[in-house]
């Protein structure tokens, strides 16, 4: 498998505490990561720095053989990231959050058409449809629906421009089990109707243990180190325990 992703000995602290400790992994071409931890074991943390919105204090992370600040726009473009907090913008539709997902993709001409509510939804109205959001939302505000939506929202978002690598921060809360599996298969399997170039390559911190059936590998974290680095099928009972 090609290597897409390497950390070396990434640390990072906030305000003298220290939050990750000597991280040091590989993420490969094709492989979906599911990522382990207790609240606070530093998850979002590593999430941050792997997309490049943090910098870490110490170590060094490459993505395709670069550092971030070296990536050129086509390859950042490769790179999408669904956030705990979800960062949709209040004042725009539902419809248009998932259109704002285009727009690292797209020209001014497109931004403006985009906020006017003249652009095309087709696309972004194939992306709600496989996350299973009834079409009477489409248009509505996105501060008017429940938190549920919001989250296929931000998932629909994120498929939108067909990264290649997804990491994910607790992107299944709000949702039922019946809805948690749907998408995680989804994600797994890569096959929809639509053919929406789902990413090859995923990493996605969970907090629902019975959701990493299907995924290729297990990282636990626990005190801001790495506790286990495991391939699905060889996790034992033990080692969930450890993490928790």
Same mark, same amino acid.
């Given at each position: 498998?090609?290597?897409?992703?390497?950390?070396?000995?990434?640390?990072?602290?906030?305000?003298?505490?220290?939050?990750?400790?000597?991280?040091?992994?590989?993420?490969?071409?094709?492989?979906?990561? @599911?990522?382990?931890?207790?609240?606070?074991?530093?998850?979002?943390?590593?999430?941050?720095?792997?997309?490049?919105?943090?910098?870490?204090?110490?170590?060094?992370?490459?993505?395709?053989?670069?550092?971030?600040?070296?990536?050129?726009?086509?390859?950042?473009?490769?790179?999408?990231?669904?956030?705990?907090?979800?960062?949709?913008?209040?004042?725009?539709?539902?419809?248009?959050?998932?259109?704002?997902?285009? *727009?690292?993709?797209? !020209?001014?001409?497109?931004?403006?058409?985009?906020?006017?509510?003249?652009?095309?939804?087709?696309? @972004?109205?194939?992306?709600?449809?496989?996350?299973?959001?009834?079409?009477?939302?489409?248009?509505?505000?996105?501060?008017?629906?429940?938190?549920?939506?919001?989250?296929?929202?931000?998932?629909?978002?994120?498929?939108?421009?067909? &990264?290649?690598?997804?990491?994910?921060?607790? &992107?299944?809360?709000?949702?039922? &089990?019946?809805?948690?599996?749907? *998408?995680?298969?989804?994600?797994?399997?890569?096959?929809? !109707?639509?053919?929406?170039?789902? &990413?090859?390559?995923?990493?996605?911190?969970?907090?629902?243990?019975?959701?990493?059936?299907?995924?290729?590998?297990?990282?636990?974290?626990?005190?801001?180190?790495?506790?286990?680095?495991?391939?699905?099928?060889? *996790?034992?009972?033990?080692?969930?325990?450890?993490?928790?």
């Amino acid at each position: 498998m090609k290597s897409l992703i390497e950390l070396t000995n990434i640390s990072f602290k906030l305000k003298n505490i220290k939050i990750l400790n000597n991280i040091n992994f590989k993420i490969y071409e094709g492989e979906k990561i @599911a990522l382990l931890g207790k609240s606070g074991s530093g998850k979002t943390t590593l999430i941050s720095i792997l997309n490049g919105t943090r910098r870490q204090t110490s170590g060094d992370i490459k993505i395709y053989g670069k550092s971030f600040n070296k990536l050129d726009n086509s390859q950042k473009r490769k790179l999408g990231t669904i956030w705990q907090d979800l960062r949709l913008v209040d004042d725009l539709s539902a419809e248009q959050n998932v259109n704002v997902g285009l *727009l690292n993709n797209k !020209n001014l001409i497109f931004t403006f058409k985009n906020l006017l509510n003249i652009s095309s939804f087709h696309k @972004a109205h194939n992306c709600m449809e496989l996350c299973q959001l009834n079409r009477s939302i489409y248009s509505k505000n996105i501060k008017s629906i429940s938190g549920g939506q919001k989250q296929r929202i931000a998932i629909s978002r994120s498929i939108i421009h067909e &990264p290649e690598i997804l990491f994910a921060d607790e &992107p299944f809360n709000n949702l039922d &089990p019946k809805l948690c599996f749907y *998408l995680k298969n989804l994600f797994i399997s890569r096959l929809n !109707n639509y053919k929406i170039e789902f &990413p090859n390559t995923i990493l996605f911190s969970l907090h629902k243990i019975d959701l990493i059936d299907g995924f290729t590998r297990v990282i636990g974290l626990k005190n801001g180190e790495i506790c286990l680095d495991t391939k699905r099928d060889e *996790l034992r009972e033990s080692d969930l325990e450890n993490i928790y």
